[in-house]
């Protein structure tokens, strides 16, 4: 008799498959997309054949009925594509059959708008610096501008992460994995930093930042600053500077200044802390800086 080949089967053979060819990380959501795929359908196959005429029938439907993104629906032939060359690999059946996902049409990007130091500092003499809430946000629109840190950074930088020598920072430490990196920090900059230190241990509502392993920019109750209450705050202090940018906008004016010093794409990406493949805007940055 014959043996049946269970899905269930088939899909921790495809798993390790996938690990095998570095895609760990992908498994996951492979195996999902061929769960939905073969949604209805038998749990057990007499042979695999058949396996593949339902996934061909299933993948003629995605474009016709799917109602996702095309994005989505070419990752969904893709994946199709991945686990019949699995069944081809594993002698499960013969020559598997390819199936092109549709083309999608690249939709131009305008640049991201950028600040000139000028305008900046327009916005930096707007906020008052007489309490550590302000003196706060000085501080992190200036790493933003300066160092070029993500929002998300900003908020989780903790007292370790900055290098002291004399008693100033010089530069600090931020991102995981591939992202990490050190930053330069300019006096101008550390000098802010200082000034919300101070003015923070000085309040009624603060303890030490020192000993506490707690992000180092903290809001009214000591916890940790949310990215949602910077953008709040850095938009009433653009409105009033009579200024039309996002906060991110620091970000990529920092991009922009690497460039204009010669910064290579590579470089850029590695100061960023994103690989030169998802150079999104640094790519349309980069091509207008240097036509």
Not at 30 to 48: A, F, K, M, S, V
Request: proline share 2%; aromatic share 10%.
């Amino acid at each position: 008799m014959k043996k049946r080949h269970s899905l269930d089967e088939l899909l921790e053979e495809y798993k390790d498959y996938l690990i095998n060819k570095a895609k760990k990380g992908a498994a996951k959501s492979y195996i999902t997309d061929i769960r939905i795929l073969l949604q209805g359908q038998p749990e057990t196959y007499e042979n695999c054949g058949k396996l593949v005429e339902i996934i061909g029938s299933r993948v003629s439907l995605i474009n016709k009925w799917d109602n996702s993104k095309q994005s989505t629906k070419n990752k969904r032939i893709s994946v199709a594509n991945s686990f019949l060359k699995f069944l081809e690999k594993t002698n499960k059946i013969g020559k598997a059959p390819h199936y092109r996902p549709e083309r999608i049409e690249r939709i131009e990007r305008s640049l991201p708008k950028t600040l000139t130091k000028s305008e900046f500092m327009r916005i930096i003499d707007i906020i008052p610096f007489d309490n550590y809430k302000s003196a706060r946000d000085r501080a992190v629109f200036s790493l933003m501008f300066y160092a070029g840190i993500t929002p998300f950074e900003a908020v989780n930088l903790e007292y370790k992460n900055f290098v002291w020598e004399n008693g100033k920072i010089v530069c600090m430490e931020v991102g995981k994995g591939y992202k990490r990196r050190k930053l330069e920090v300019n006096d101008e900059t550390a000098e802010k930093i200082l000034t919300y230190s101070n003015l923070y241990l000085g309040s009624k509502k603060t303890s030490l930042l020192r000993t506490e392993k707690m992000p180092y920019f903290r809001n009214k109750h000591g916890g940790k600053i949310s990215t949602r209450s910077l953008r709040r705050n850095f938009q009433t202090y653009i409105g009033e500077a009579g200024l039309s940018v996002e906060l991110l906008s620091l970000r990529h004016s920092y991009a922009q200044a690497q460039i204009a010093e010669g910064k290579t794409r590579k470089e850029l990406a590695e100061l960023m802390g994103v690989t030169t493949s998802r150079a999104y805007i640094l790519k349309g940055l980069f091509v207008e800086n240097t036509k």
